[in-house]
């Protein structure tokens, strides 16, 4: 039996553990890395940046080698063996998520492209290793349609599969209680993967996750309509990987457009540290107009992002996945941890209301998140766009979790 411990306790227990306990990972993967930063994390991308309009890339960064912050610190607090990188243990206690009693009986939804054949078993050797509750299909917890809610499904695509399995793990990790119900759709193009979110809501889910992004086109604001527009369903979309700039569907009014956070054990009340991770992405959208309840005053139209949670992968989340040749557990960063992490915190707050925006339940509840005031992901004018900074700032949003109440309304 695994013992479980309070927020407190945990908080103390990774405290305790310090940045001096940081675990080498070996090196792993020949091909080229795409992101690195001053802890000499390298990663490669689970899916191939897209050099087509209007197909998206997914945005899960999978460590290949460095020195990730400490496991030691996930085993400390749960008195189990763990496996790298951040745990539910964890993330439940950086973000004060009651996620022992909250959540039973909402699904949180992930749409995705391509499919993955080990999602099931994978997602049952996740929580089986943190002793959370078994999540089956047979036991009703888990469910995968393809992207118009059949059970025909799309082609596998190990890349996709990593994604997949981080969405997951992230779901399972903040929201232990929650049902989860995963939309692939037949490829990464807007098209279908806005059909998945069609379906997705039509299947009932009011918390729908994104994990992927592309450039912004003239199109958007008719995929806004098409896709994005459900009053009182929580749709969280990953603000990218590739530092200060903007992508789409992040940009869209209708959604919350998650960015990124390095998350660290520090021996302050919280028990945590979170600065703005140089990934992140932000900024003003080419496109979109401005939602009413987004107030700063440096861009004319929809700016990204609103709200963060850790993505560095260098403060990584362990992820167990199989499929296209995986050994099991790995460590990943991106927003695309980010994005279902933020789509289970709205499914722990309860049931959005009939006809809201959810997206600007946080700006109503800004004193209930952890304002993130240090780190850039890039130069821009005006500064608050790339910078970390008291109140609203781009790459982080209004800040972090700090209980479920700033996703209620």
Same mark, same amino acid.
């Given at each position: 039996?695994?013992?479980?411990?309070?927020?407190?306790?945990?908080?103390?227990?990774?405290?305790?553990?310090?940045?001096?306990?940081?675990?080498?990972?070996?090196?792993?993967?020949?091909?080229?890395?795409?992101?690195?930063?001053?802890?000499?994390?390298?990663?490669?991308?689970?899916?191939?940046?897209?050099?087509?309009?209007?197909? +998206?890339?997914?945005?899960?960064?999978?460590?290949?080698?460095?020195?990730?912050?400490?496991?030691?610190?996930?085993?400390?607090?749960?008195?189990?063996?763990?496996?790298?990188?951040?745990?539910?243990?964890?993330?439940?206690?950086?973000?004060?998520?009651?996620?022992?009693?909250?959540?039973?009986?909402?699904?949180?939804?992930?749409?995705?492209?391509?499919?993955?054949?080990? #999602? #099931?078993?994978?997602?049952?050797?996740?929580?089986?290793?943190?002793?959370?509750?078994?999540?089956?299909?047979?036991? @009703?917890?888990?469910?995968?349609?393809?992207?118009?809610?059949?059970?025909?499904?799309?082609?596998?695509?190990? @890349?996709?599969?990593?994604?997949?399995?981080?969405?997951?793990? +992230?779901?399972?990790? #903040?929201?232990?209680?929650?049902?989860?119900?995963?939309?692939?759709?037949?490829?990464?193009?807007?098209?279908?993967?806005?059909?998945?979110?069609?379906?997705?809501?039509?299947?009932?889910?009011?918390? !729908?996750?994104?994990?992927?992004?592309?450039?912004?086109?003239?199109?958007?604001?008719?995929?806004?309509?098409?896709?994005?527009?459900?009053?009182?369903?929580?749709?969280?979309?990953?603000?990218?990987?590739?530092?200060?700039?903007?992508?789409?569907?992040?940009?869209?009014?209708?959604?919350?457009?998650?960015?990124?956070?390095?998350?660290?054990?520090?021996?302050?009340?919280?028990?945590?540290?979170?600065?703005?991770?140089?990934?992140?992405?932000?900024?003003?959208?080419?496109?979109?107009?401005?939602?009413?309840?987004?107030?700063?005053?440096?861009?004319?139209?929809?700016?990204?992002?609103?709200?963060?949670?850790?993505?560095?992968?260098?403060?990584? !989340?362990?992820?167990?996945?199989?499929? *296209?040749?995986?050994?099991?557990?790995?460590?990943?960063?991106?927003?695309?941890?980010?994005?279902?992490?933020?789509?289970?915190?709205?499914?722990?707050?309860?049931?959005?209301?009939?006809?809201?925006?959810?997206?600007?339940?946080?700006?109503?509840?800004?004193?209930?998140?952890?304002?993130?005031?240090? @780190?850039?992901?890039?130069?821009?004018?005006?500064?608050?766009?790339?910078?970390?900074?008291?109140?609203?700032?781009?790459?982080? *949003?209004?800040?972090?979790?700090?209980?479920?109440?700033?996703?209620?309304?």
């Amino acid at each position: 039996m695994r013992r479980t411990l309070s927020p407190t306790a945990v908080s103390a227990a990774l405290a305790a553990a310090a940045l001096a306990l940081a675990t080498p990972l070996a090196q792993a993967a020949t091909s080229p890395s795409v992101a690195a930063n001053a802890a000499h994390v390298t990663t490669v991308r689970s899916c191939a940046a897209s050099t087509h309009r209007d197909v +998206m890339a997914c945005q899960a960064l999978k460590v290949t080698g460095g020195t990730l912050a400490p496991a030691a610190a996930e085993r400390t607090a749960t008195g189990a063996a763990a496996p790298s990188g951040l745990g539910p243990s964890s993330l439940q206690s950086a973000y004060k998520l009651p996620s022992a009693t909250a959540g039973s009986g909402r699904t949180v939804a992930i749409v995705d492209a391509y499919d993955d054949p080990n #999602a #099931a078993s994978d997602l049952a050797a996740y929580r089986s290793q943190y002793g959370l509750p078994a999540c089956t299909t047979a036991n @009703g917890c888990f469910k995968k349609v393809g992207q118009t809610g059949t059970s025909t499904l799309p082609s596998a695509n190990a @890349g996709w599969a990593e994604e997949i399995s981080l969405d997951l793990d +992230m779901v399972s990790a #903040a929201c232990p209680n929650c049902k989860i119900l995963l939309v692939e759709a037949k490829s990464s193009s807007m098209a279908n993967l806005g059909t998945a979110v069609n379906t997705a809501v039509s299947l009932g889910a009011k918390y !729908v996750s994104n994990s992927y992004g592309g450039g912004e086109s003239s199109s958007d604001t008719s995929y806004d309509t098409q896709y994005f527009n459900h009053p009182g369903v929580a749709i969280t979309v990953s603000s990218g990987d590739g530092g200060y700039g903007v992508e789409y569907p992040a940009s869209s009014r209708y959604v919350t457009a998650v960015g990124g956070t390095s998350l660290k054990p520090a021996s302050t009340s919280r028990g945590w540290s979170e600065s703005v991770w140089s990934g992140a992405g932000s900024g003003c959208s080419a496109y979109d107009a401005k939602p009413s309840w987004q107030k700063d005053t440096g861009c004319a139209r929809r700016t990204v992002a609103d709200v963060s949670a850790v993505a560095d992968p260098a403060t990584g !989340v362990a992820v167990y996945d199989t499929y *296209g040749g995986d050994p099991g557990w790995e460590v990943f960063g991106g927003t695309s941890a980010s994005s279902p992490l933020i789509a289970a915190v709205y499914a722990l707050a309860g049931t959005p209301s009939s006809g809201s925006t959810p997206a600007s339940f946080p700006y109503a509840h800004t004193g209930s998140l952890n304002d993130v005031t240090s @780190g850039s992901n890039g130069s821009c004018s005006p500064s608050y766009l790339c910078t970390g900074a008291g109140g609203y700032d781009g790459p982080s *949003g209004l800040g972090t979790p700090n209980g479920t109440a700033a996703f209620t309304g």
